[in-house]
């Protein structure tokens, strides 16, 4: 029967690849895209370019914003932007409205019942959206726990995945110098 665990000498550090996604984050910042603000879309109504141009202003202070994020971020603007407009509606006709009610030859008969907004069904789908794009951008506290600062925000925290390359490399430089001379 074989020895348990793994292969002698398996788990030896190799020197990382320049192709690496590792190396590529921490020679850029970490991220392959241009760190800052897009340019706001020319489509943009006015009130998804009030929610623009605060969300963008956060995502700066936070150091999590790329011109990558634009199209991403305008969806989410137009999402909040619907969002509040329906919220408005629905603030001004109640939660309930009143719908006439008609006979089955399809005549009014001068009566009302009280039903369900049916734009509750579309703010229960645009507060989803808004959900998942907030997700996607790093704007949820959950999501924010897992996203990584870019440009300036980021040399706050370094990567300790490059500074052990670096102190690899660094040992292996004076290695090859002491025994070179």
Not at 11 to 23: D, I, Q
Not at 48 to 64: D, F, Y
Request: charged fraction near 25%.
């Amino acid at each position: 029967m074989g020895a348990r665990g793994p292969k002698p000498g398996m788990w030896k550090m190799r020197p990382m690849p320049a192709s690496s996604p590792v190396f590529a984050k921490s020679a850029t910042g970490g991220t392959r895209h241009t760190i800052g603000a897009p340019s706001m879309p020319k489509h943009l109504g006015k009130p998804a370019r009030v929610v623009w141009k605060r969300t963008v202003t956060e995502m700066e202070k936070a150091g999590t914003l790329t011109h990558a994020d634009r199209d991403i971020l305008a969806a989410y603007c137009v999402a909040v932007a619907d969002l509040e407009t329906l919220s408005a509606r629905i603030d001004a006709d109640g939660l309930m409205i009143d719908t006439p009610t008609v006979d089955r030859n399809g005549k009014l008969t001068g009566q009302t019942v009280l039903k369900m907004h049916p734009a509750l069904k579309w703010r229960a789908d645009l507060l989803n959206k808004v959900k998942q794009l907030a997700g996607e951008l790093g704007l949820t506290p959950a999501a924010r726990s897992r996203v990584t600062p870019t440009g300036e925000a980021a040399g706050k925290k370094p990567n300790a995945v490059a500074a052990i390359r670096d102190r690899i490399q660094a040992a292996r430089a004076n290695a090859s110098t002491a025994t070179a001379g």
